[in-house]
């Protein structure tokens, strides 16, 4: 199952080729950073790598450990999601450069983003899965599915159901 207009989700392999793409980009950007290494500014670079996760990140996990059912509210998915946009940073971005110049430090943005999506698998959260990641019983019963289930079968399946389903109104 890829992602396209009518299958919103990813089989392992499409997500893992989703995540060697922001690899070859975490690459690019630390690769630059690393050959600036002497024009960094790094009360700068640190300040930004963090902010994104002290502001984005820790507030749902602190509320999620210390939540007896884990959930949490709907505010720290927002404030994760937010947080860890590539728009939203390059809007910081670009807001630090037409007030401060250009510098070094600001790659690590790009390297922050690119890096929870690389190495560590972190999309977007959504409101219908936990707040650390946990496999969702639906999503591992669909990717067994999909697995198992050729699509003309299921298409078949499909058409058959709502066929059924019509009749019955």
């Given at each position: 199952m890829t992602v396209d207009g009518h299958n919103l989700c990813q089989t392992p392999t499409t997500y893992r080729l989703?995540?060697?793409e922001y690899l070859?980009?975490?690459l690019v950007a630390t690769g630059f950073f690393l050959a600036h290494l002497d024009e960094v500014r790094w009360w700068v670079a640190v300040a930004l790598f963090a902010y994104v996760d002290v502001i984005?990140?820790?507030p749902g996990a602190i509320a999620y450990h210390r939540s007896p059912d884990r959930r949490v509210s709907r505010v720290y998915?927002?404030?994760y999601n937010t947080m860890?946009?590539?728009g939203v940073q390059?809007?910081?971005l670009g807001a630090w450069i037409l007030v401060s110049g250009w510098e070094w430090a600001l790659l690590v943005l790009p390297i922050h983003l690119f890096g929870d999506r690389a190495l560590f698998g972190n999309f977007a959260k959504s409101f219908t899965v936990s707040f650390e990641p946990m496999p969702h019983p639906s999503v591992q019963t669909a990717l067994r599915d999909f697995a198992?289930?050729?699509w003309?079968?299921?298409h078949e399946a499909h058409k058959a159901h709502e066929k059924h389903e019509a009749a019955t109104r």
């Open positions: 989703l995540r060697l070859l980009g975490l984005g990140y820790l998915y927002v404030l860890h946009s590539l390059g809007a910081v198992t289930v050729p003309h079968e299921a």
